[in-house]
């Protein structure tokens, strides 16, 4: 069966901005997007060797209806939440939180120097998940496979499969109802990769490292912007003249309503207004 090749239909470049207690960071995808990436709310990539611009870190705030997944490249991260569950993050490591009906945690630098790198991913959840109890799924960085490319290149599997002739390697992260791939990848100077998708899903590609012609078109995104990539099962990814590190993410689109105001991310306005009543009245994460 011939393979299509999809074809690079939007570019986002990262806007520097702050969130928490004045952490620096690049937000990728945003409300601005207005829901045109379902199922991804949100992306935003951290990264900084003064301390000024993470320290603060991002103290006790509430999420209810989606879920997020924080990876780090560099440095170390304490998760707490009301719980009482810790993770500590340290690098290549992966926390995949389902905060459903509600989690008030915060997420702080476990350092005071040196470079702390890394991302956070927001992806909708169903309705008819939204309101379930919340759970984890972390991975240190042994437990998420790595498959070495030539010349020191390498794709690491977090979420879905990366299917390679009759080899299929899959990432630790399962009962994911959207189906995502979440995929860290290396590629060397003038190496070629494709990676098999899903014919529904929404794939995005974000380029934090050096230059990536994607698409049949082979157009060149640059570090710090993101593509979309349409219509196919397939895609065609190349480096020129220097290597590239990228994320590939993709998920089956949910295809509902989406309300979303700060930290929550519900179906309606309605359901928004309770979330906030909820969290004022102390009943969130009950």
Known sequence: MTKQTRQ?????????????????????????????????????????DEPVDY???????????????????????????????EGHLRAGDVQWMTAAH????????????????????????????????????????EKIPQIALADAGYIKVIAGEYIADTQKIAGPVTGVTTQPLYFDVLLSPQQQLEITVGEQQTVLVYVYKGELATGASATVLKAGQLGQLINGDNLQLATQEQAARFLVLAALPLKEPVVQSGPFVMNSIKEIEQAFRDYQNGVLTL
Request: no cysteine; glycine share 10%.
């Open 8 to 48: 690079l239909a939007a570019v986002i470049t990262g806007q520097s901005t702050t969130d928490g207690a004045s952490v620096k960071l690049k937000r990728i995808v945003s409300q601005q997007q207005k829901n045109a990436f379902d199922p991804f709310i949100l992306l935003d990539e951290f990264g900084s």
């Open 55 to 85: 320290v603060g870190g991002f103290p006790d705030h509430p999420h209810r209806g989606f879920e997020t997944v924080t990876y780090m490249l560099e440095g170390a991260m304490l998760h707490r939440d009301h719980l009482g569950n």
């Open 102 to 141: 509600g989690i008030i945690h915060s997420e702080m630098p476990e350092q005071e120097n040196g470079l702390l790198h890394g991302f956070q991913l927001w992806i909708n959840l169903p309705a008819n998940e939204k309101m379930k109890p919340p759970h984890y799924q972390e991975f240190a960085a």
